[in-house]
């Protein structure tokens, strides 16, 4: 089948594609045009994410599935003001322009794929927190809302809509982990902040299968939590990290040199979190490759 995906380029869409591709799809990248060619077995087609559409268009218009992973990163750089507002608005208007293609084509999609985040969830305790939850409060929470929002405006009788709310992807090529190994290292790791907060933790390869799982399975639609069936508080993911490593991690990082360093993001980000648990996916029955964090990380760093 024909699959487009939008942020096909990055640390979640280049695995993405490739599985794809293996698996016999003709996959199209959207691209802005800038440099750099797209995964091995996909081609490019450049488009404008403004909001509207375009005659990028054309590469959905028959389309089996599309898949929007694109945004600005979250994690990049401190939050500004400025910075926050191109987070949503990158997010906002990328998924408006897909929209607008969706409800614009001949032959639309049959399902669209929607990134989002367990960040909609906002900063939470120990509660378990499954897809009937509602949304926080805090700037996160407001950027998945609208994000998901601007998405389920593709939902008609031709095309179902699944919003993908990702927790801590971990692979040792990109995200949060390659950045928490080199205080382990030295052995200086240890938890982050209280130690007490849950992080919602997926491996990769999970987040790629979970994806496909959603192409493939009717039954999968609205909000599906992208994380591995039991997540873990800051101090456990820490003690197992260095469990793995085979070095001390007892050296927790204090809460107020994070907020000096990272600003508002360091409590958004680290020193909060939320017990996802993915009670729609493991219900309508996909299996998990990676469990527990031991396994995932030994996976991962062996």
């Known amino acids: 089948m024909n699959i487009v995906i939008a942020g096909g380029s990055g640390f979640l869409g280049r695995p993405l594609t490739a599985a794809l591709v293996h698996d016999g799809h003709d996959v199209i990248i959207l691209t802005r045009g800038a440099t750099g060619s797209p995964p091995r077995g996909a081609r490019a087609v450049t488009w404008n ?12 218009d028959g389309a089996a599935a599309v898949i929007n992973l694109a945004g600005e990163s979250i994690a990049e750089k401190r939050w500004t003001a400025a910075h926050k507002q191109r987070i949503l608005d990158s997010r906002v208007a990328a998924t408006r322009s897909l929209v607008a293609a969706i409800r614009g084509a001949a032959a639309p999609p049959s399902v669209f794929v929607s990134g989002s985040a367990v960040g909609y969830y906002g900063p939470l305790g120990a509660d378990v927190v499954t897809e009937q939850r509602g949304p926080g409060a805090d700037f996160l929470a407001g950027v998945c809302e609208r994000w998901e929002q601007e998405a389920t405006r593709a939902a008609s009788d031709r095309t179902r809509v699944a919003c993908i709310r990702t927790g801590i992807v971990l692979e040792k090529d990109g995200g949060a982990l390659p950045q928490m190994l080199p205080p382990f290292k030295f052995g200086a790791g240890g938890p982050v902040g209280s130690g007490r907060q849950y992080w919602p933790w997926i491996h990769r390869d999970d987040w790629v299968a979970l994806v496909r799982w959603v192409i493939a399975t009717p039954a999968a639609s609205g909000a599906v939590n992208a994380t591995a069936p039991h997540p873990v508080t800051s101090k456990t993911f820490a003690t197992a990290l260095g469990r793995v490593m085979h070095r001390p991690a007892f050296m927790a990082a204090p809460a107020f040199a994070l907020r000096l360093l990272l600003g ?9 979190g939320q017990n996802a648990v993915p009670a729609k996916a493991e219900r309508a029955g996909f299996q998990f490759a990676y469990r527990d964090v031991d396994e995932a990380l030994r996976a991962i760093l062996r």
């Open 264 to 272: 508002e993001m360091a409590d958004a980000l680290l020193l909060s």
């Open 49 to 60: 994410p403004n909001g509207e559409s375009g005659a990028w268009a054309a590469a959905i």
